[in-house]
Structures are given as C-alpha cells and as structure tokens.
C-alpha cells in the first residue's frame, strides 16, 4: 500500500501572514491523521517563513508519523538530534527561492551530506535525500548511506505539454527503478496534486507521496478532512 505525508507548511503559512497563532499547523496535522494521513511533514526553513521551532516540537508530540524536511546545517542537524523524527528529509535551500527549486546536488555537496547521514544514523535516525529524478543522484544518495530517496516530482507537475510531462514522468519512473534495485526506500513529492497524482499512482514501487500545498489549498474550501480523504482515494 502506498502512504500519503501530509506536509502542513502552508497551514503555517497562512498563520505567519497575519503574525497571530492561527491557523495551528497541528491542528492541521491531527485532522489529517484522522482523515487516514499515513505521516505528517514539516520544513524547518533557516528564514522560518513558516514552521517555527516550538512547531515542530509540537508535530513530534502529535504525530504519529513525522518527517522533518531540513537544510544540510549544523543548526538544522542540532534541532533533529533534539527533536528526533521519525525520518529525516535533506533538501537543498535558498532563501529568495518561492519553494525548493530541485534536488540535492551530491555531485558538488556530497561529503557534507554524507557526514550528516552518519550523525543522524548513530543517533538512530534515519535519512532520505531529497534528489532530482536523475540516476546518478540515486547511485550517490545509495553510496552517501541514505536509507530513503524522495523523487522531485515538480519539473513533471510543471510541465507546459503532454510532450514534456511524459518525457518527465520516464525520467521519474527510471529513477524509481534504480532505487528500487539499490534497496532504496523510494518517496516521490513536490507540486503533486489531485490531478497529476493520478500518473504517479500507476508507479507502485513508490512507499510514500508527501503532498502539501495542494491539500491545504483544497482544505481551505472544502475541509481538511474532505482534502485528505479525496487524495487517498485517488492514491489507493
């Protein structure tokens, strides 16, 4: 069965607009998890645009599954080895960036990630790496010592052609492939929603779509409950 991560950035977002304290990205997490959420996702930004520290605290508590999206820094490795999610997702950051723009690139940063993996592995807390759907980015996630690789679905969400979006999803589907054969863990994310998740679905080797801004968009209409049961069905 494949699992859904409900990412609830946006929830924080929406808070950190108006500088009050709601809406509770927590409460949104606990509705999603009612609703049949598999796990819970969060981004800790370096700028704290919009999930703050006490926020992911509190996810821990309250999830039951959570996964903290993280830059490769000696602050961000500190908070996990505090916090101790359930996994732990490297992504790249910018700060001018709307949302993260593509994968790690371990060809250039490699050793730092590979130094943080270890860190969090020996304090018993496992890794995937956030990577662009690109062989080599699966062969070194699998020799950096990752245990999981998240798939960046977002040029395939974009794309402006049929054309384009299948020569995308071929360029996903063999990178599933590849980590599959590795013994990779194999999530996909990034701009998926109720529409385009329904040519990811048809990749069963993938364990875990993270999905958020989507869901928290369709909540905003019509419930967090009803956002998160429509993407099941389709994901099932």
């Known amino acids: 069965m494949t699992h859904l991560a409900v990412n609830v950035d946006h929830i924080a977002t929406l808070r950190q607009a108006r500088g009050v304290g709601y809406p509770d990205p927590v409460a949104g997490a606990v509705l999603a998890q009612l609703a049949g959420a598999h796990g819970i996702v969060a981004h800790l930004r370096e700028d704290r645009r919009h999930i703050q520290d006490a926020d992911v605290v509190r996810l821990r508590a309250a999830a039951r599954r959570f996964i903290l999206e993280m830059a490769v820094t000696p602050e961000m490795e500190k908070i996990a080895l505090s916090v101790k999610p359930d996994l732990v997702t490297l992504v790249p950051e910018?700060?001018?960036?709307?949302?993260?723009?593509?994968?790690?690139?371990?060809?250039?940063?490699?050793?730092?990630?590979?130094?943080?993996?270890?860190?969090?592995?020996?304090?018993?807390?496992?890794?995937?790496?956030?990577?662009?759907?690109?062989?080599?980015?699966?062969?070194?996630?699998?020799?950096?010592?990752?245990?999981?690789?998240?798939?960046?679905?977002?040029?395939?969400?974009?794309?402006?052609?049929?054309?384009?979006?299948?020569?995308?999803?071929?360029?996903?589907?063999?990178?599933?492939?590849?980590?599959r054969n590795l013994g990779l863990i194999v999530n996909a994310g990034h701009g998926?929603?109720?529409?385009?998740?329904?040519?990811?679905?048809?990749?069963?080797?993938?364990?875990?779509?993270?999905?958020?801004?989507?869901?928290?968009?369709?909540?905003?209409?019509?419930g967090m409950d009803r956002a998160v049961r429509d993407m099941l069905s389709l994901i099932s």
């Open 94 to 179: 910018k700060r001018k960036e709307l949302t993260t723009e593509g994968g790690l690139n371990l060809a250039r940063h490699g050793g730092p990630v590979a130094k943080t993996i270890e860190t969090l592995h020996r304090n018993e807390i496992p890794v995937s790496l956030f990577i662009d759907p690109d062989p080599g980015q699966v062969r070194r996630s699998h020799d950096a010592g990752a245990v999981a690789v998240e798939i960046h679905t977002g040029a395939f969400c974009e794309a402006a052609t049929e054309k384009d979006r299948q020569k995308e999803f071929d360029r996903i589907r063999k990178a599933v492939e590849v980590a």
């Open 192 to 222: 998926l929603c109720y529409t385009t998740i329904e040519w990811m679905v048809t990749l069963k080797e993938i364990d875990e779509f993270s999905i958020g801004h989507s869901i928290v968009s369709r909540a905003a209409l019509v």
